[in-house]
C-alpha cells in the first residue's frame, strides 16, 4: 500500500514498514535477523486481537475495516496524516459461544454471558447494545431477576467459571424503558458477589415467592441463600451428579418444592428450606431437608424393539389377508428365518437430562438433547396392594418375554429343517429314477407335515 508493507497483529497493532528497505536488506549476512523500524504505526484499541482485514470498495480510500476475534468489527483510517481520525468500533459482540441469555420482565432488555468473560445488555426493539462489562472469568449462567425480587427490574444474577455469582444492577433502568432516540447512558454496577461453588455455575433460580435463591454447580451441589438488601447464605445439598437445571414449582403447586436435574441422569426434589428451622451452626450441609429421587435410563432401544415387533406383526397380518384374498391355505405357507430382535441397550455412561418442569404436583416431563422424546414422570409412593399388583405383572412381562422368545426359538429351527428338507428334495430329484426315493405315506397335522419315503 503505497510502498509500505503493511502488517496487523493479535496485539491490536497496525504498522507500515517500508518495502524498498526490505526488499534490498542484505540476505548475505550469516545473521539471520534484519532489524527495521516501521514508518507508521496505529494502536486500533486495547484488548483487540486482528485476525482479518479487508480494505473499503470505494475508489482512493485508505479506510480500511478490521475484524477483531474478541468480539468485534473496526472502522480504521490508515492515510497516518495528522488529521487521521481514530478507529472507530462499528460493532461489538460476544466472541464465541452464548452461555446466559434472559430477558427482562419489565422492558425491551435483553441481558447475555458467555465465556469471553463479558456480560452484556441489549435492547433488541432498537437493536442496539446499551452496555457491556468485563470480568475475569467466563459468564455461564445468567438470569434476570423477576418482578416479586425487586419492582424495578434492574437485577441481573450472573454465574461464572470459577464458581462466583455476582448480582449486576442495571443503572438506570427506567430511562431505558422508554423507546427513545437519544442514546441512554447505561451501566452495570456490581451490588454483591459470592462464591458458592467450586466449579461453574450451571444455573440459578428464584422460588416463586422471591424469597429464596438457588445456585447449581458442576461441583454436584445446589446452594440456597435469603433474598433481601445483602443475600444470606442458608445452606448447600450434594446431588448425585452435575446440576443441568433448576425448576421451583408454580404458585398453583400446594407445596413450594424445587426440581434438581443432573446430568447424570438423576431427577432430585426437595422442599424449599426454612432458615428458622434448619441448624447450621456447625455446617451450612443440610443433611436433613427431606428429598425424593430417582434416575433415568434411556429406553430409546426398548422403543425400537417395539416398534420392530409391531412391524412384523402388521406384516404378518397383511400377509395373512393377501393368502385368504388368494384362496391359499395356512399350512402352505412357508416358514421365513426371522432376524432377531434389536436388544434392549441401556447406554453407559447415561444419557444427560436436557430441560424438565414441573406439569401437576408431584408430577413432571422431562426431555434429553438429541433424543426426539418427552417423557412424563410422576414423584408417587404406592401402597403395598399397588407394589403386589406391579410385582405380578412385571412376573407377567417376564413369562410372556420368556415365551416369545421359545416361539422365536422354535421357528427358527422348524425353518432350518425345511430349508434342509428342500436340499434334499432338490438331491432326490437330480437321482436316477432307478434309485431315487418315491414318498408313498404323507401324514398332516396342524403344525407340520411328514412325509415317508419308500426306495
Request: aromatic share 10%; hydrophobic share 35%; net charge negative.
Amino acid at each position: 500500500e503505497d510502498g509500505q508493507l503493511m502488517t496487523f497483529g493479535s496485539d491490536g497493532m497496525i504498522r507500515g514498514w517500508d518495502f524498498e528497505t526490505i526488499d534490498a536488506a542484505d540476505s548475505s549476512s550469516e545473521n539471520s535477523k534484519f532489524e527495521l523500524e516501521p514508518i507508521n504505526e496505529m494502536a486500533v484499541g486495547r484488548h483487540v486481537c486482528l485476525f482479518s482485514i479487508v480494505k473499503s470498495s470505494q475508489a482512493d480510500s485508505t479506510v480500511w475495516f478490521a475484524q477483531d476475534s474478541n468480539g468485534a468489527i473496526w472502522k480504521v483510517d490508515l492515510s497516518f496524516t495528522y488529521t487521521t481520525p481514530d478507529p472507530v468500533c462499528l460493532f461489538s459482540f460476544h466472541a464465541g459461544p452464548i452461555n446466559g441469555l434472559d430477558v427482562s420482565k419489565n422492558s425491551h432488555l435483553m441481558a447475555t454471558t458467555a465465556s469471553d468473560r463479558s456480560v452484556r445488555v441489549f435492547d433488541f426493539l432498537a437493536k442496539t447494545e446499551l452496555t457491556c462489562s468485563c470480568f475475569t472469568q467466563g459468564g455461564t449462567a445468567l438470569h434476570w431477576a423477576p418482578p416479586s425480587v425487586t419492582q424495578t427490574g434492574n437485577l441481573l444474577v450472573t454465574g461464572f467459571e470459577d464458581g462466583v455469582v455476582r448480582l449486576l444492577e442495571l443503572y438506570d433502568p427506567t430511562g431505558l424503558q422508554i423507546v427513545t432516540r437519544h442514546k441512554v447512558e447505561a451501566q452495570l454496577r456490581l451490588k454483591q458477589a459470592f462464591k458458592p461453588h467450586n466449579a461453574p455455575i450451571t444455573t440459578v433460580a428464584y422460588e416463586r415467592n422471591g424469597t429464596v435463591l438457588a445456585t447449581g454447580s458442576s461441583d454436584c451441589t445446589v446452594f440456597f441463600f435469603t433474598v433481601g438488601e445483602k443475600y444470606e447464605p442458608i445452606g448447600f445439598i450434594c446431588v448425585p451428579g452435575p446440576v443441568q437445571l433448576l425448576e421451583w414449582s408454580p404458585p398453583s403447586h400446594p407445596e413450594n418444592n424445587l426440581l434438581i436435574l443432573c446430568r447424570s441422569g438423576h431427577v432430585v426434589e426437595v422442599p424449599c428450606p426454612d432458615p428458622e428451622a434448619l441448624e447450621t451452626a456447625k455446617s451450612f450441609q443440610l443433611l436433613e431437608l427431606p428429598r425424593r429421587s430417582f434416575r433415568f435410563k434411556s429406553i430409546k432401544s426398548r422403543i425400537k424393539r417395539e416398534e420392530e415387533i409391531a412391524r412384523r406383526q402388521a406384516l404378518k397380518e397383511q400377509r395373512k389377508k393377501e393368502r385368504k384374498e388368494k384362496e391359499i391355505p395356512d399350512d402352505e405357507e412357508e416358514e421365513e428365518e426371522e432376524e432377531e430382535l434389536p436388544r434392549i441397550y441401556i447406554p453407559e455412561p447415561p444419557s444427560p437430562l436436557y430441560w424438565g418442569f414441573f406439569s401437576e404436583p408431584g408430577q413432571f416431563w422431562l426431555s434429553w438433547p438429541f433424543v426426539s422424546l418427552l417423557v412424563k414422570s410422576t414423584f408417587l409412593i404406592l401402597p403395598p396392594s399397588s407394589i403386589e399388583t406391579a410385582k405380578q405383572k412385571l412376573e407377567k412381562d417376564r413369562q410372556r418375554r420368556e415365551a416369545d422368545e421359545k416361539i422365536l426359538a422354535k421357528r427358527k429351527r422348524l425353518a432350518a429343517l425345511q430349508s434342509t428338507f428342500k436340499i434334499l428334495l432338490s438331491d432326490n430329484l437330480s437321482l436316477p429314477e432307478n434309485i431315487q426315493l418315491t414318498p408313498v405315506v404323507c401324514t398332516r397335522t396342524h403344525t407340520c407335515t411328514r412325509r415317508r419315503w419308500n426306495s
